[in-house]
């Protein structure tokens, strides 16, 4: 990752500069490690500010629901899996990664149908068969 640059795709590379990253102490069980070395990685990218992405993949990526993203449009990745600070490092990087490319795929528009003649029919044959079943179990004829 000497490059200074993270690829996305083929087309898509975002620089290392536009993302922060920030080492502090993991969570959890871990013993003397833990408690002594800042082995976590709280990665963080603006996608809201970011001028390498484009925009259709920006809004998309802004549209989604996803409790990494701030109000404000940044993309805060928490890691902390592993023992060493480069392998969480590696992990924030490959999780921002397969965010974006999340975006880069565009959502076929649905398009609206109606319903055929025959499927209104088998429906309504349907309804009229379930209230025929009904009726018969009524308690009028009991004796």
């Known amino acids: 990752m000497g490059t200074g640059l993270i690829e996305i795709s083929e087309q898509l590379a975002i620089p290392e500069t536009e993302i922060v990253e920030r080492f502090v102490r993991a969570s959890g069980a871990g ?3 833990v408690n002594k070395v800042s082995t976590a990685v709280e990665l963080r990218f603006d996608v809201a500010g970011s001028p390498s992405l484009p925009e259709p993949l920006r809004e998309r990526l802004l549209a989604r629901r996803d409790r990494r993203m ?15 600070q480069d392998r969480n490092r590696q992990d924030a990087r490959e999780r921002l990664v397969g965010f974006i490319q999340a975006g880069l795929h565009v959502p076929k528009p649905r398009v609206a149908t109606k319903p055929t003649y025959g499927s209104k029919l088998r429906r309504l044959d349907q309804k009229k068969e379930r209230a025929h079943v009904k009726r018969g179990r009524s308690t009028r004829n009991w004796e």
Do not use: M, S
């Open 31 to 33: 013993g003397q490690n």
């Open 70 to 84: 701030t109000g404000e449009g940044v993309l805060v990745i928490d890691a902390q899996r592993f023992r060493t």
